[in-house]
Every structure is written in C-alpha cells, then in structure tokens.
C-alpha cells in the first residue's frame, strides 16, 4: 500500500517532483527524463511510469527556463525510440518463453492478450496509436516483436508514433502549461491527461463487451 500511495503522490504531485530534481540534480535531468521515458516503453515490466503527464510536466518545465525545450524534446523523442527497438527486440527474441509461462509474476498475460487483439486490429498503426495509451505503448512493442513484424515497418511507425507523441505532448506543456490556470489546476490537468489517455481502452472494451452480447443473442 506504501508503494501504490508514493506512486499515487508522484502522478499527482508530478510537477513540485520535477521541480525539485530540476533543481538538485540541474542538467542531469535530461538523463533522468530520458531514462524514465526509456524504460517505460523499453521495458515490458514498467508500464506504470509516468509517459504522457511527464512529458507535459517537462515542458512546462523548459518554458521556466529550467531546460532547454528543443533538446529536451530530441533527447526524449531518442529515449522513446530507443526503448520500442528495445522492447521490440525482447518480444523477437525472449517473448515467446516468457509468455508461456502463464503465472509469470512480471508480465500479465491478460494485457499482452488486449494488447494483441488491439494490434491486430490496428496492424502497423497500433504503433503509432499506442504511443498515446498507456500501458499499450508498453505493450505493443513487445508484442510486434513476439509476432516478428518486419523490422522496417516497425522502425518507420516507431519514429512517426515517438515524434507525435514526445513533439505534441511537450510542446502542449511548453506552450500552455504555465497560464495561470492551467497551472493553478496541475493536479486536475493530469489525472485528465490520463483519462483521455486509456479512453481508447475503454471505449474498446465496451464496443467489445456489446459485440459479444450482441453474438450470443
């Protein structure tokens, strides 16, 4: 419970956290920055990182003067980039092992089967989509790889889907992330930022739910 209520405080709190790293750690927050939007998107265990409030949180951020938003944007659209070639190069190789084991204590079978249904839905551009839906941005990557989807149409929806997402969401952040409202209301514009973002989850699910009631009848 202490883990889920530090986790809860630091989606909510997300802006004062950064802020504080910003100014402890100074240019050492890019790679801190970095590594979070790597691993939340290369490593198939780490989906419940922050994605979408912390690149808008950033770039609010760079707007104060505390990091340069142009690189920030580069260096986290690299770090995105990176961690779908490796998350997809996890599913190619190790996927198949690992998803067998149905007890597996690290990776829930239960969201790789969503995640699969979604991709076949989708085809290539799930990647891209996914980059917006947490937990599938997770997901998808290492999915494609256990399906062994041809590299160079993965690699082009890979760099389009990172570029939208980190270029869009930053910029957003940077942009209008300190009119006083909006930062007046942080903690609101982020837990909004996260229901838009698994709103195509949930839409998903219910059309999914109805098309199976309708089958049966």
Not at 72 to 101: C, H, M, Q
Not at 166 to 181: A, C, H, K
Request: no cysteine; charged share 10%.
């Amino acid at each position: 419970m202490e883990g889920l209520a530090t986790l809860i405080d630091l989606v909510l709190n997300l802006d004062k956290h950064l802020a504080i790293l910003a100014a402890q750690y100074g240019v050492w927050i890019y790679a801190i920055l970095f590594f979070i939007v790597f691993a939340e998107t290369g490593f198939v265990v780490t989906p419940f990182l922050p994605g979408d409030s912390l690149l808008f949180i950033a770039g609010s951020l760079a707007a104060l003067g505390n990091m340069d938003v142009h690189l920030l944007v580069f260096l986290l659209f690299t770090a995105a980039v990176l961690g779908n070639i490796l998350n997809y190069e996890i599913g190619r190789w190790l996927g198949p092992k690992v998803f067998a084991d149905k007890k597996s204590r690290w990776l829930n079978p239960h969201h790789v089967e969503r995640t699969h249904e979604f991709f076949e839905r989708w085809g290539a551009m799930a990647v891209i989509v996914a980059r917006f839906v947490p937990f599938l941005r997770t997901y998808v990557p290492f999915v494609a790889g256990i399906g062994a989807m041809t590299r160079g149409t993965y690699m082009l929806h890979t760099f389009i889907g990172a570029a939208l997402w980190v270029g869009t969401i930053t910029y957003l952040g940077f942009f209008f992330g300190n009119i006083p409202w909006v930062k007046a209301n942080q903690g609101v514009i982020v837990i909004g930022i996260l229901v838009l973002s698994v709103l195509p989850i949930i839409i998903g699910l219910i059309r999914s739910r109805r098309g199976q009631g309708a089958s049966r009848q």
